[in-house]
């Protein structure tokens, strides 16, 4: 058993020892943190993509997405052909103060209409100004960063899988029409 | 001759210098008992737990515990979520093991289903997971020492946390609420070089984790404050469900990673790099140094998950899902060894999209059950060194 004291001043060369090193603390206001791609900071909005499909207003868990709409119709590209309608975003809004920040609108979305963003800096005064409005949804896009690189061992994406099998059923097509070819040679000779 | 009576108040009321605690025997003097509330408002109850404490003197005579004021109904909410939407609430009950709740949810529906997990997901899961066992201890080895007085150890601790968070979110996104589960593995792959600063961080962290243990364990003002006090005994551990690092402080043996195996643990402690350690005194002391053995058990762990990672081939992780998910009709149990403690979920579901039940079963609503019986006998200084040496979240608790 060591004596009495002898903790305190083991505790003490701890402190003795970090004294001298570097802070770890960063200043927030004045150094901005350095955040990850994936992080989940703000959802931004790219209107052009949205086909007001209403996936992410019904996944939401906290119902926290406003969509309103009204259908418009197109005239037809051809002659004779029929008038097509399409609907065209009023209102997209997502209120962040119910917002969980979960992300399944995001993963939900069939067109890529909505992005993460890992801006933060958006707090209000007042609760009302936390719904954010399609302009203010869309000024979030231009600060949603690239995906980060996959580690090496991840699963191919699948679309490079379908363009390898397209290649290579096109490689056995022309090598087969070769053949072919060589053998009517062949048989012409 | 009057009897000298030497009355101990507050943070030095802690049976110093042969000062008996909590002025002498009980029985002394005719005394009134007074009812005190401790909470739900009172920072020692880390949000917003509530004792109702009825005291002799300085001594406690009678504890009961009011819980529910953080009460969020999520197991009635659960019934009206689809399986990934219950994921974002799994993650909030108890925000301290975010991942590793996560983790039983899905865990249930992938056995429901019958699904296989790709081998890259398990041993991922089993990674973050670990990394996130010693996240929660290590906010409690700093907030503990709080509670006893002790301010410095918490920089410390946020600053291995926020080495091992700073991974944590590169890979989710998310800080605290990971939202990186989904049935079938993970929601996204590793991204590139995580694996390298991964284990970067986990060196960083065992190399300074020794510092909050030379700080603090070994102080006598904190020895006087801990050792002997609060002492639970195995009998009474298990007669309230207590589980986790305080059973296994009281020499419980007893962790589900090892005696009911689940993810890649079976493998890891073939390996010998799952150690279950216990103590032995089951005083708030033991509690806290069961922690910090812990935590460097987790870091080992989450060495040999990125060792793993790093050789398995190339694979998906996670698997294709259908666009309405449902488990079929039927019941499950699953349980996983939380950091606090056991943490079940009992999925009945009757085929739909949502599960007709979904039981939760946190760990600190029965880790704090067991505070009556602690409490009983102690003084009002003992009282927030048991309380913060239960390591509980009171979301958890209320649910």
């Known amino acids: ?189 | 001759m009057a009897e000298e009576r030497v009355v101990g108040v507050g943070a030095g009321a802690a049976g110093f210098g042969g000062y008996d605690r909590g002025g002498g025997e009980p029985g002394g003097l005719a005394t009134q008992d007074m009812v005190l509330n401790i909470g739900p408002q009172h920072p020692a109850t880390h949000g917003v737990l509530r004792l109702r404490i009825t005291l002799d003197g300085e001594r406690i005579v009678g504890c009961e515990p009011i819980v529910g004021y953080m009460h969020r109904g999520v197991e009635k909410l659960f019934e009206v979520r689809d399986y990934r939407q219950i994921i974002v609430l799994a993650n909030r009950h108890d925000w301290l093991s975010a991942f590793s709740s996560e983790l039983g949810v899905v865990m249930a529906v992938e056995r429901m289903l019958g699904m296989e997990v790709p081998e890259r997901a398990v041993w991922a899961r089993t990674l973050l997971a670990e990394m996130n066992r010693a996240l929660n201890h290590l906010m409690f080895l700093g907030s503990y020492p709080i509670e006893l007085g002790a301010i410095t150890p918490i920089f410390y601790a946020f600053r291995e946390r926020e080495t091992l968070q700073q991974v944590m979110e590169e890979i989710s996104g998310g800080r605290m609420h990971y939202m990186f589960n989904r049935v079938g593995g993970l929601k996204e792959d590793l991204p590139a070089g995580w694996l390298d600063r991964a284990s970067a961080a986990v060196a960083a962290v065992r190399r300074r984790v020794p510092q909050i243990e030379d700080l603090i364990f070994g102080n006598e003002i904190f020895l006087a404050r801990t050792r002997g006090v609060g002492t639970i005994s195995p009998e009474l551990i298990s007669a309230y469900g207590v589980s986790g690092p305080i059973a296994r402080a009281s020499g419980v043996d007893f962790d589900l990673r090892r005696d009911e195996p689940y993810l890649a643990y079976p493998e890891l402690a073939e390996e010998g790099v799952l150690r279950v350690t216990t103590g032995e005194d089951g005083d708030c002391h033991s509690r806290f140094g069961m922690l910090l053995e812990q935590v460097s058990v987790s870091l080992d762990l989450a060495d040999a998950c990125i060792a793993r990672l790093r050789s398995l081939p190339q694979g998906p992780i996670n698997q294709r899902l259908p666009k309405i998910l449902k488990a079929p009709e039927g019941a499950t149990y699953c349980w996983t060894e939380n950091p606090l403690g056991i943490n079940g979920y009992y999925l009945v579901s009757r085929g739909e999209k949502t599960p007709w039940r979904l039981k939760l079963r946190s760990a600190s609503f029965n880790n704090i059950a067991v505070l009556p019986e602690v409490l009983r006998g102690c003084v009002v200084a003992d009282m927030i060194a048991i309380l913060g040496s239960m390591f509980f979240v009171v979301g958890d608790i209320d649910k």
Not at chain 1, 13 to 36: C, F, G, H, I, M
Request: charged content about 25%; overall charge negative.
């Open chain 1, 1 to 189: 058993m060591s004596s009495w004291g002898s903790g305190l001043i083991r505790g003490l060369r701890v402190t003795w020892q970090n004294l001298a090193r570097r802070s770890v603390t960063a200043q927030y206001p004045d150094a901005p943190p350095e955040l990850p791609p994936r992080s989940r900071g703000v959802i931004a909005l790219f209107e052009e993509n949205c086909t007001v499909c209403m996936l992410c207003a019904r996944e939401c868990p906290c119902w926290c997405i406003y969509i309103d709409s009204h259908k418009e119709a197109v005239p037809p590209v051809e002659e004779g052909a029929r008038e097509r309608s399409t609907n065209v975003l009023d209102r997209f809004a997502i209120d962040y103060s119910l917002c969980m920040y979960c992300g399944i609108c995001i993963e939900a979305c069939p067109f890529d209409a909505l992005e993460w963003s890992p801006e933060f800096e958006y707090a209000e005064l007042d609760i009302r100004d936390l719904t954010h409005e399609k302009d203010r949804l869309r000024e979030w896009m231009w600060t949603v960063p690239a995906p980060p690189g996959l580690d090496p061992a991840a699963a191919e994406p699948k679309e490079i899988a379908t363009a390898q099998k397209a290649a290579e059923k096109a490689a056995a097509a022309s090598q087969g029409q070769a053949a072919e070819e060589t053998r009517d040679d062949g048989g012409g000779s």
